[in-house]
C-alpha cells in the first residue's frame, strides 16, 4: 500500500509476571527508532518482556509482543566475586621495541628523543584456569554467566564452548573500565561442572600498537566471573572467582594478540576443563587485592567469525616457498588440518598481505615488531587441526614450512573476523572495476571494525581518531554501526584530557602517549580531535538518534574550547614582524603546534619516491587546522541549535564566521589561488565554506586545473579526500570527477583495483608505479575509501535530506558512464532499493520507499510526453514526490537531449 505513514506508537514493559512497569502511552509520532526507557529503574540482572503497538494513516494496527531483554548488573553495584591471575613469570615493560631510526624512517626526519628498549623479545604463554562444583539437585530455572578479565579469554563449561563471540572482554582503556558478557549457560549445566578459562595477554598485557609496547595496563592476567544458578523454588547459588580456582600452563608457549601463538600439541590437557579430570600439577590462583575497577555490560555487538573462505591456490614459488594465498585480503586467521605429521614437526605459518615484484613472500608492514607469525608443534596424530584463538593476522598470503606430504587447498580455510554489524548498504553497476571498488571499501571496513574502528588490522590495529573522522559517514552506509561507534565514543569521552584534548588514538595507550609526546609533542592534531564533533553528527543524521548530540555534546564544547584556546593565544615566530592588520586576525588562525594537516598526500615524496607523510603535515597543518577550526564550529552551532543551546549556538556561528574571513586574507590570494598548489588545500576550502562565493569560484577552477595539469589524478590526503568528489559536483566539474572516479593511473581508487587490491591501501603509491616496486605500507586502511558516500550519493543517487532518511533524495547518475547500478541501503525506517538503467533515450527506475519517509526522485531531461500520468500528476521542477511504497519509472529524455 502507498503512502502509509506510522501515525502512533506505544511501548509496554512487564516484568515475566505480568507486571506493568513502564508505559509510554499512546504517542503520536512516525518515529520509529531510538525511544527511550522513562520508567522507573530496572532491577538488575533480571528479564522484561516488551510490547510494541503501532498505527497507520490506513486504520490499520499492529502490535509485536513477546520479545524479551534482560538487565546485567547496576551501576556500581558490587560483586561477589574476586579478581583472580594465575601463578604467572612476568614479563618486563618495554616504553618502547621501535628503534629511533624506525621512527625516523616512518615520520621523516625528526628531533627524537631515545626511549627505553626494554625487552624486545617478551611473549607469555596462556594460562588454564578452572573450578570444579556441584549443584543441589533441584530443579533450575536459569543459569547466566557474567564474566571479564585483564587479557582475552576463552570459556567453557563442561567442555562445551560457552560462546562463539571471539577476543572477549574486547579492547577498552582499562584503567577506566572493563566490559564484561553475560552468557546464558543454563543447557550446559550439570549435577557435576567445570568451569574451564583459558587467560591470554590479549591488548591488556600484550604487545600492542606502532611501537609493539606490552603491559600497557597491567603486568598480570586476570579474571572475574561469576555464575548465577536460579532454582524453580526461587533460591540462587552463586560461583563466583576466588582462592579455590587452580590454574596450569598448558600447550599455549605463547598467545600474543600482534606476534601470533606458539601451540605446542604434545602439551595438550585433554578433558580439563570436564568434571573427573585430574588436575595433577595445577597451582591455586592469586587472588588480588580490592581495587575500583569500573565494570559496563557489553553494548555493542560482539567480535567473532563472520565468513570462513576457501583458499583461491596453494603452490610452490619458484624458491619452493610453500604460499597460501586466500584470494582476498582478510582480518583474521587460518584454520589447518595436517596429516601423519612426525610427533614434534613444527608447522609455520607467516602471514602477509602481499607478495614482492617476485611473487616471493615478504614482511609488508614496517616496523617488524610484529611478526604475524603463528607455530604449531604436531603430537603425531593421523590428523590434527589447528586453530588460533587469541590473535588475528591482516593477511591475504601464508608462508608454511615444516608441513610434509601432500598439501591441498581444500585443507585449509580462512576465517574473517570482525564486530558482528549487519550490513546495511549493496551496490552494483555495469562498471566491474567500480563495484570491485565498493567491496573492497566493504572489506577494509569489515577488517578494521574489531571491537573498535582501527587504522589497519596488522600493523597497529590502533583506534586512530582522524580515521574515524574522515570515513564515519561512509562507514554509516556501509554497516549498522550505531552502537560500534557510541560505545568508542564513550571512549573517546574517557580518554579526553581535561583541558579539552582529544588524543589521536582511542583508547590512548601508553605506545602512543610516549610516541606522541616524545616525536611531536603533542597528544592531538586537527581532524582527529575534531572527531568528537564530526562522528557524532554525522551519526545523528544518519540514524536520527539525538543521544549522539546529548551525550557527546560537553565533549564537544571541550574540544572547541581547547582550540579556541591555542588559537587565540598561540603565536609564530614572526607574530613580532607582522604588520597590526594581520597581528589582529592570528587569534581565528590555528597555525601553532603540532598538526597532522593533510596526511599523506601523494606528491609528497622523498628520495626513494615513497610517500613522504610528515612533510606533507609541514607542508599543509596550518591551513588544515584553521579550516577543520571552521568546520567544527559550524557544526557545533548546528549541534547547539538542535539541542535549544541558542546561546552556544550564536557563539560560534559568530566565531566561525571570523576564522573564515580570517583564513581569506591570511591565505587566498586576490585571483583565488593559495601559496602552495596543493589540492587538498583547495579542496578544504571550498567543502567548509570558507571564502566569499567569488572566491569560492576562482578557487574551484584553480582546483579543476591542478587536477588537469596533474594528469587528471588527485593529489589528495587523509583530511580533504572524503570532500573531493563532492567539491567538484557542487562547483559544476562532474566531468573532472567522473575522470578521478575512472582513472587508473596512480594515484586513483582504480589503480589499486588494477593492481588485485581486495581492500583499499594507506598509500596510493603504496605499489611503485615507475618500478612495480611493493613497498611497506598497509594494504588494508579504510580511510581513502571514504569516496564510498559519494558513489551511493552520485552513481546509485540516494541522499539523506532529513534525519535518519525520513526525507531523502533519488537521483540516479545517468550522467555517468554506466548503463545501470543498482543497490539498496537499509535506513531505520526499512529499505530504500533503487535499480536504474538506460538504452539511448530510454530511462527506467525501480524503488522502493519504506514507510513513515517521503522521497524525491530527480528526473533529469525528462520528456513528460513520456510519463505515466500517475508520476506525471506528482511531478514539480524535475522532481516527482513519492511516499512509502514500490514503484517502476519509465520515461524517456527530451530529443534535444
Given at each position: ?236 547459588d552463586i560461583i563466583a572467582t576466588d582462592d579455590t580456582w587452580i590454574s596450569s600452563k598448558g600447550p599455549y608457549e605463547y598467545a600474543d594478540l600482534f606476534v601470533g601463538e606458539f601451540y605446542d600439541a604434545r602439551k595438550d590437557l585433554g578433558a580439563w576443563d570436564c568434571a573427573g579430570y585430574i588436575p595433577k600439577g595445577w597451582t591455586a590462583v592469586t587472588v588480588l587485592p580490592h581495587t575500583d575497577e569500573v565494570l559496563k555490560g557489553i553494548c555493542a555487538p560482539p567480535a567473532g567469525v563472520v565468513e570462513h573462505i576457501r ?378 565554506g570558507l571564502v566569499s562565493e567569488e572566491k569560492a569560484g576562482l578557487l574551484a577552477r584553480h582546483l579543476n586545473q591542478l587536477i588537469l595539469d596533474n594528469g587528471g589524478c588527485l593529489d589528495t590526503g587523509f583530511m580533504s579526500i572524503k570532500f573531493l568528489l563532492d567539491v567538484l559536483c557542487r562547483y559544476g566539474y562532474t566531468d573532472t570527477a567522473k575522470t578521478l572516479l575512472l582513472q587508473e593511473k596512480c594515484p586513483s581508487w582504480l589503480y589499486e583495483v588494477k593492481h588485485d587490491a581486495t581492500t583499499v591501501w594507506s ?35 540516494i541522499r539523506n535530506t532529513g534525519c535518519g532518511f525520513r526525507d531523502f533524495v533519488v537521483e540516479p547518475g545517468f550522467d555517468y558512464p554506466f548503463q545501470w547500478a543498482c543497490g539498496s541501503y537499509h535506513c531505520v525506517y526499512g529499505d530504500i532499493r533503487v535499480a536504474w538503467a538506460r538504452d539511448g533515450r530510454e530511462r527506467s527506475i525501480d524503488l522502493t520507499v519504506p514507510v513513515s519517509t517521503h522521497a524525491l526522485i530527480r528526473l533529469k531531461d525528462c520528456d513528460t510526453n513520456s510519463l505515466s500520468h500517475y508520476f ?26
Amino acid at each position: 500500500m502507498h503512502d502509509t505513514v506510522q501515525e502512533t506508537y506505544q511501548i509496554q514493559v512487564r516484568s515475566l509476571d505480568g507486571t506493568l512497569v513502564w508505559d509510554s502511552g499512546s504517542c503520536s509520532s512516525g518515529i520509529c527508532s531510538a525511544v527511550f526507557y522513562d520508567g522507573e529503574p530496572l532491577r538488575p540482572r533480571t528479564c522484561y518482556e516488551w510490547t510494541l503497538a503501532v498505527t497507520d494513516n490506513h486504520g490499520q494496527t499492529a502490535v509485536r509482543r513477546g520479545d524479551l531483554f534482560e538487565t546485567g548488573f547496576s551501576e556500581g553495584e558490587p560483586w561477589t566475586g574476586k579478581w583472580i591471575s594465575p601463578k604467572q613469570e612476568v614479563v618486563p615493560d618495554a616504553f618502547c621495541d621501535w628503534p629511533a631510526d624506525k621512527l625516523v624512517e616512518h615520520f621523516g626526519p625528526v628531533d627524537f628523543v631515545g626511549l627505553d628498549m626494554g625487552n624486545p623479545d617478551g611473549v607469555a604463554p596462556a594460562y588454564y584456569l578452572r573450578k570444579s562444583f556441584g549443584l543441589l539437585p533441584k530443579k533450575r530455572s536459569s543459569a547466566r554467566l557474567y564474566i571479564t578479565a585483564g587479557g582475552i579469554y576463552d570459556v567453557s563449561l563442561n567442555g562445551k564452548p560457552v560462546t562463539d563471540t571471539l577476543f572477549n572482554p574486547g579492547f577498552t582503556p582499562y584503567d577506566k573500565y572493563f566490559e564484561y558478557q553475560t552468557f546464558d549457560v543454563t543447557g550446559l549445566l550439570e549435577q557435576e561442572n567445570v568451569i574451564g578459562v583459558i587467560l591470554a595477554d590479549g591488548w591488556y598485557k600484550g604487545r600492542n600498537g606502532i611501537g609493539g609496547l606490552r603491559n600497557l595496563y597491567g603486568k598480570q592476567t586476570k579474571l572475574l566471573a561469576e555464575l548465577h544458578v536460579r532454582y524453580e523454588d526461587g533460591t540462587t547459588d552463586i560461583i563466583a572467582t576466588d582462592d579455590t580456582w587452580i590454574s596450569s600452563k598448558g600447550p599455549y608457549e605463547y598467545a600474543d594478540l600482534f606476534v601470533g601463538e606458539f601451540y605446542d600439541a604434545r602439551k595438550d590437557l585433554g578433558a580439563w576443563d570436564c568434571a573427573g579430570y585430574i588436575p595433577k600439577g595445577w597451582t591455586a590462583v592469586t587472588v588480588l587485592p580490592h581495587t575500583d575497577e569500573v565494570l559496563k555490560g557489553i553494548c555493542a555487538p560482539p567480535a567473532g567469525v563472520v565468513e570462513h573462505i576457501r583458499p583461491a591456490s596453494v603452490y610452490r614459488n619458484d624458491i619452493g616457498e610453500l604460499i597460501l594465498d586466500m584470494g582476498q585480503n582478510i582480518a583474521g586467521f587460518v584454520r589447518a588440518t595436517f596429516y601423519n605429521q612426525e610427533p614434534g614437526a613444527h608447522i609455520v605459518f607467516e602471514h602477509t598481505e602481499m607478495l614482492d615484484e617476485r611473487g616471493h613472500y615478504m614482511n609488508s608492514i614496517n616496523p617488524d615488531c610484529r611478526e604475524l607469525i603463528d607455530h604449531y608443534i604436531c603430537c603425531g596424530k593421523s590428523s590434527e587441526t589447528y586453530c588460533p584463538r587469541f590473535t588475528f593476522h591482516g593477511f591475504r598470503y601464508v608462508r608454511i614450512s615444516g608441513l610434509k606430504g601432500q598439501v591441498r587447498a581444500e585443507d585449509f580455510e580462512g576465517l574473517v573476523v570482525a564486530s558482528r554489524l549487519d550490513t546495511t548498504m549493496d551496490f552494483q553497476c555495469s562498471n566491474p572495476d567500480i563495484t570491485r571498488l565498493q567491496s573492497n571499501i566493504f572489506r577494509s571496513q569489515q577488517g578494521n571494525f574489531l571491537g573498535i574502528p582501527t587504522d589497519c588490522p596488522q600493523r597497529e590495529k590502533a583506534g586512530w581518531t582522524g580515521d574515524v573522522f574522515v570515513y564515519s559517514d561512509t562507514a554509516s552506509y556501509v554497516q549498522d554501526v550505531r552502537m560500534f561507534l557510541k560505545r568508542w565514543l564513550e571512549m573517546v569521552r574517557m580518554e579526553q584530557f581535561a583541558n579539552g584534548i582529544v588524543p589521536v588514538t582511542v583508547p590512548y595507550t601508553k605506545n602512543y602517549y610516549y610516541i606522541q609526546d616524545c616525536v611531536f609533542q603533542a597528544h592531538t592534531s586537527c581532524g582527529w580531535g575534531d572527531a568528537i564533533i564530526e562522528v557524532p553528527w554525522v551519526l545523528y543524521q544518519q540514524y536520527g538518534d539525538i543521544s549522539f548530540l546529548t551525550d557527546n555534546y560537553d565533549a564537544m564544547k571541550k574540544w572547541i574550547g581547547y582550540v579556541e584556546k591555542e588559537a587565540s593565544e598561540g603565536r609564530t615566530d614572526d607574530y613580532e614582524k607582522m604588520p597590526l592588520s594581520q597581528q589582529e586576525r592570528q587569534p581565528y588562525l590555528w597555525n601553532t603546534g603540532f598538526h597532522y594537516g593533510d596526511w599523506s598526500y601523494p606528491s609528497c615524496r622523498n628520495e626513494k619516491g615513497e610517500t613522504d607523510n610528515l612533510q606533507s603535515s609541514i607542508n599543509t597543518r596550518e591551513y588544515v587546522a584553521t579550516a577543520l577550526y571552521a568546520h567544527s564550529c559550524e557544526v557545533f552551532s548546528k549541534v547547539a541549535a538542535v539541542l535549544s543551546k541558542d546561546e552556544d549556538a550564536r557563539y560560534y556561528r559568530t566565531l566561525r564566521d571570523r576564522i573564515c574571513k580570517a583564513y581569506e586574507e591570511e591565505y587566498i590570494r586576490p585571483d583565488g589561488q593559495f601559496p602552495l598548489p596543493i589540492q587538498g588545500l583547495y579542496v578544504l576550502t571550498l567543502a567548509m565554506g570558507l571564502v566569499s562565493e567569488e572566491k569560492a569560484g576562482l578557487l574551484a577552477r584553480h582546483l579543476n586545473q591542478l587536477i588537469l595539469d596533474n594528469g587528471g589524478c588527485l593529489d589528495t590526503g587523509f583530511m580533504s579526500i572524503k570532500f573531493l568528489l563532492d567539491v567538484l559536483c557542487r562547483y559544476g566539474y562532474t566531468d573532472t570527477a567522473k575522470t578521478l572516479l575512472l582513472q587508473e593511473k596512480c594515484p586513483s581508487w582504480l589503480y589499486e583495483v588494477k593492481h588485485d587490491a581486495t581492500t583499499v591501501w594507506s598509500k596510493w603509491n603504496a605499489i611503485q608505479p615507475e618500478t612495480g616496486k611493493v613497498t611497506c605500507a598497509s594494504y588494508n586502511h579504510y580511510s581513502f575509501g571514504s569516496v564510498g558516500k559519494w558513489m551511493y550519493n552520485y552513481i546509485l543517487g540516494i541522499r539523506n535530506t532529513g534525519c535518519g532518511f525520513r526525507d531523502f533524495v533519488v537521483e540516479p547518475g545517468f550522467d555517468y558512464p554506466f548503463q545501470w547500478a543498482c543497490g539498496s541501503y537499509h535506513c531505520v525506517y526499512g529499505d530504500i532499493r533503487v535499480a536504474w538503467a538506460r538504452d539511448g533515450r530510454e530511462r527506467s527506475i525501480d524503488l522502493t520507499v519504506p514507510v513513515s519517509t517521503h522521497a524525491l526522485i530527480r528526473l533529469k531531461d525528462c520528456d513528460t510526453n513520456s510519463l505515466s500520468h500517475y508520476f506525471k500528476d506528482r511531478m514539480k521542477d524535475g522532481y516527482v514526490s513519492l511516499g512509502s511504497g514500490t514503484y517502476h519509472i519509465c520515461y524517456q529524455t527530451r530529443p534535444e537531449m
